[in-house]
């Protein structure tokens, strides 16, 4: 079957780095997403990878690995509002999405 | 008005009610999606709708009937619901259904569904 993990929920500091690991199974590949998800608001877009290696976008990077079957999005600088959850998302041969549950972030001051 | 827009934000019904979800979308895309969230569970694709015809229809029971009357106005008419359907009830839109690059997902914010 297809299937995204990814862990349930995670806590960082304030400034520091922290990585949201996700690893899939789908029936072909075409494209790893991820979103960010505010408590009460909608899903926004923050990073496509479809061919191997990493994608950087300010304090944000996402990174694939097709042959491990593996994605990671590297959050630098943390602040406040990144207090949030994250989806990941791989699309299937058929372009359909697989969603995982979402990681939520929690940042301490 | 940009973006997606949903309403009501909020909703509270009973079983035997009957109700609808609305969904606007001002960005020109020509794929509107329902999705069904559930806490701590995946996002759940009920529908899609391209160039204003059903494209998917997952097995969703028949209490949930979709309506799309043009490229911009998505419905969710709902009837006789459980309350196993309490949920979070998003809609998307993207420029395409499927297709190469990105075709990125565009959400609403939600309509909060609560079944008594």
């Known amino acids: 079957g297809q299937n995204i993990d990814q862990p349930t929920e995670m806590t960082a500091t304030e400034g520091a780095i922290v990585q949201i690991n996700c690893t899939y199974q789908t029936s072909g590949f075409n494209g790893l997403f991820w979103y960010q998800q505010h408590a009460g608001e909608a899903p926004t877009f923050l990073s496509y990878?479809?061919l191997d290696g990493l994608e950087e976008k300010g304090r944000f990077s996402s990174f694939l690995s097709r042959s491990k079957g593996y994605s990671y999005l590297l959050l630098k600088e943390l602040q406040m509002k990144d207090s949030a959850s994250y989806l990941c998302a791989g699309r299937d041969s058929n372009y359909q999405l697989i969603w995982g549950a979402g990681t939520k972030l929690i940042i301490k001051p | 008005e940009t973006g997606v827009t949903q309403t009501p934000r909020h909703l509270v019904m009973g079983m035997t009610n009957k109700k609808s979800l609305k969904c606007e979308q001002h960005?020109?895309?020509?794929?509107m999606y329902w999705y069904k969230q559930s806490a701590k569970k995946p996002l759940e694709l009920m529908f899609v709708?391209?160039?204003?015809?059903?494209?998917e229809n997952n097995s969703v029971p028949s209490r949930f009937s979709p309506e799309c009357p043009n490229s911009s106005h998505l419905f969710l008419h709902l009837h006789t619901l459980q309350p196993e359907d309490s949920a979070l009830y998003l809609c998307?839109?993207?420029?395409?259904?499927?297709?190469?690059?990105?075709?990125?997902?565009?959400f609403g914010a939600g309509s909060r569904l609560t079944v008594l």
């Open positions: 998307a839109s993207s420029s395409g259904q499927s297709s190469t690059g990105a075709n990125v997902l565009t």
């Open positions: 960005l020109g895309h020509n794929a």
């Open positions: 709708y391209s160039l204003e015809e059903r494209v």
């Open positions: 990878n479809v």
